[in-house]
């Protein structure tokens, strides 16, 4: 059974400080890994989709990396804004598996 | 142009009752996709249309079912509503099935009391 693991569960930064948001996963067979950001009230919106080991994407402040057995999405200088929570789903076959999230709140 | 469109926002319902919930996907988008999220157990899967057939379907009971219309639009059914039914509901559009980068819907949030 496919698996996608998120951690922290929460984190809280202050402006300007960067860090990691972490997605580990358990599937047979990547065929892709996604990152999305939900605020509240709101449905998911897409960030960025990896397909094979050592690949990157950037995206203003955000850039999300992909190993064999985790992704990260990294967050440079981030602002109030940037606070949402963010999700990270696999593809193995024809569905999305998602993760639980992290909530990021970025205080001024 | 025009987002993901989910009708209504908010629903609530006694047990036992049935509902239906509505979505517009973006004009041109032929793929739906449902998903149901909770606190507890994130977004999960319920089932993707594409031509008006039902494509894929996630482990949910058989009192959730769905369908598409011929303008791509789609509907999903709950019946005999329990208490754990209660979540956010979200619709996701796409071009084609296979292309994950949904756009999602605001979602409809059931409660059912």
């Known amino acids: 059974e496919d698996q996608v693991t998120q951690s922290p569960e929460a984190l809280r930064l202050q402006e300007g400080e960067s860090s990691s948001l972490n997605c580990s996963y358990t599937v047979s067979g990547l065929r892709g890994l996604f990152w999305y950001r939900q605020d509240p009230g709101k449905g998911p919106e897409f960030l960025f989709t990896l397909y094979s080991a050592g690949e990157e994407k950037e995206k203003e402040r955000l850039k999300a990396t992909l190993t064999k057995k985790e992704s990260f999405l990294h967050i440079t200088a981030p602002k109030p804004e940037d606070s949402a929570t963010y999700l990270c789903?696999?593809?193995?076959?024809?569905?999305?598996?998602f993760g639980k999230g992290t909530m990021l709140l970025v205080s001024p | 142009k025009a987002g993901v469109t989910q009708t209504p926002r908010y629903l609530i319902k006694t047990r036992g009752q049935q509902v239906t919930l509505s979505c517009s996907p973006i004009?041109?988008?032929?793929?739906v996709s449902w998903y149901q999220q909770t606190p507890g157990q994130g977004l999960q899967f319920l089932f993707e249309?594409?031509?008006?057939?039902?494509?894929n379907k996630g482990n949910f009971p058989g009192r959730f079912s769905g369908r598409q219309f011929s303008n791509s639009r789609s509907e999903m059914n709950v019946s005999t509503l329990e208490l754990g039914d209660s979540a956010l509901y979200l619709c996701?559009?796409?071009?084609?099935?296979?292309?994950?980068?949904?756009?999602f819907g605001s979602g409809t949030r059931l409660t059912v009391v």
């Open positions: 996701a559009s796409s071009l084609i099935p296979g292309d994950y980068g949904y756009t």
């Open positions: 789903a696999v593809q193995a076959d024809s569905t999305l598996t």
């Open positions: 004009s041109g988008h032929r793929s």
């Open positions: 249309y594409f031509s008006e057939t039902q494509r």
